[in-house]
Each structure stands twice: as C-alpha cells, then as structure tokens.
C-alpha cells in the first residue's frame, strides 16, 4: 500500500483511510494488503469483531498465507485476554515467516506467559515452554539476535 493511506491514518481520518481502501478494493478485489490495512485500522479504534472479519478476509484472499493478518488477530485476542488464540495466531505467522521479525517471537513468548497466568495451575509448564523450540529458529544472521547475546548478565 502506498504512503498515503498510511498518512491518512495517522491523521486520524480512520473514514478517509476506509474509503481509500475501498476504492483499492473497487480496481482491485482480491487485495489482501488491503484487507490487513482494514483489519489494523479497525482494531486500533476498537472494533474488534470488524478488525477479525478483515484480518480473516486478508487470509482468505492471499490464499492462508498472510502473516500480518494472523499477528493482527493475534493481537485483537490479546486485547481481549485470550491469551492462549493470541498464541496460536502468533505462533501461525512465526511459521509462514520463516526469517521472521524477533518482535512477532516477543508477542508469541509474552502470549504464552500470559496465558500461563491466567491458566489453571495444572497448565503453566506445558504453555510456558511450549514456545521454546521456535525461539530456536530465530536466524542467525539477525543483527538483533547478536544485541540480546551481548546483552544478557554475566555474558
């Protein structure tokens, strides 16, 4: 997507940012950038029904392999408290990026911990390292990766 849709949603003109997604979708009507756009936009003003119904046509479209839209529907469920869906949709876009960004690992890890904490006390160990062999996967050439390493106490 363009700049300006992106200016006109940080102007706040979330109806401009929906028109200029529509007409997007008029030329265009398997867009699923588009439909991930709409997702985001919905959930930041709080919509969150519409926000899973875009992120999910966002998928549809691209055929089910559309990362952005299951870490946008991740995010939705974490601002709904359901931690353990957040960590799956999280955990599905992990797999579709397979040189992925660290932040989608941090929004995994934080999802599972929380989950954990809202578990029964029987669950917490299995959420909790769940996650643990797709850390492993974080890339090696990833300059971030290097900063944690040379970060970490009494390394």
Known sequence: MSDWRAFLSDLNDTNGALG?????????????????????????????????????????????????????????????????VAAREFKIATDQLFDTEPIIYQLLGAAYERAAKTARPSRPTRITFAWLPTARKLPQSNPLSSNWKSERPNE
């Open 20 to 84: 200029e997604i529509e007409a997007a979708r008029s030329a265009r009507p398997v867009y699923p950038e588009a439909s991930a756009v709409e997702g985001r936009i919905y959930r930041e003003t709080g919509q969150t029904d519409e926000a899973i119904g875009a992120f999910n046509r966002a998928i549809r479209e691209a055929h089910g392999i559309q990362p952005e839209a299951h870490v946008g529907i991740g995010r939705v469920y974490e601002d709904k408290g359901e931690y353990e």
